[in-house]
Nanobody, 120 residues
Framework: QVQLQESGPGLVNPSQTLSLTCTVS??????????WSWIRQPPGKGLEWIGY???????YYSPSLKSRTSISRDTSKNQVTLQMSSVTPEDTAVYYC????????????WGQGTQVTVSS
């Protein structure tokens, strides 16, 4: 069974870069079965898809976040990383790592989520 664990700083200053890591266990970050995704939920709002990285290492991003978002993976550590630059308080949210099962076209495993607050 795949397990996902997000980690990173809980507080980021405005205009700085947010950096989060998702550690994958119980599976390989290289598998062709999953695309590794980042999703967030701002307070009082619904889930917002940020982007994912495919099994071939190609990233895809939400158009609204594309200009300042980067998703990469470190296969030696079985980790997927999210970086988001020029953050504002509107980026305050719980950030989730999730596995998108490509054949079934659905998300099946989620991390517990990590709270990120953008504030000075």
């Amino acid at each position: 069974q795949v397990q996902l664990q997000e980690s990173g700083p809980g507080l980021v200053n405005p205009s700085q870069t947010l950096s989060l890591t998702c550690t994958v266990s119980g599976g390989s970050a290289l598998t062709t079965y999953y695309w590794w995704s980042w999703i967030r939920q701002p307070p009082g709002k619904g889930l917002e898809w940020i982007g994912y990285i495919t099994s071939s290492g190609s990233p895809y991003y939400s158009p609204s976040l594309k200009s300042r978002t980067s998703i990469s993976r470190d296969t030696s550590k079985n980790q997927v990383t999210l970086q988001m630059s020029s953050v504002t308080p509107e980026d305050t949210a719980v950030y989730y790592c999730a596995s998108y099962a490509v054949p079934r076209k659905e998300y099946d495993y989620w991390g517990q989520g990590t709270q990120v607050t953008v504030s000075s």
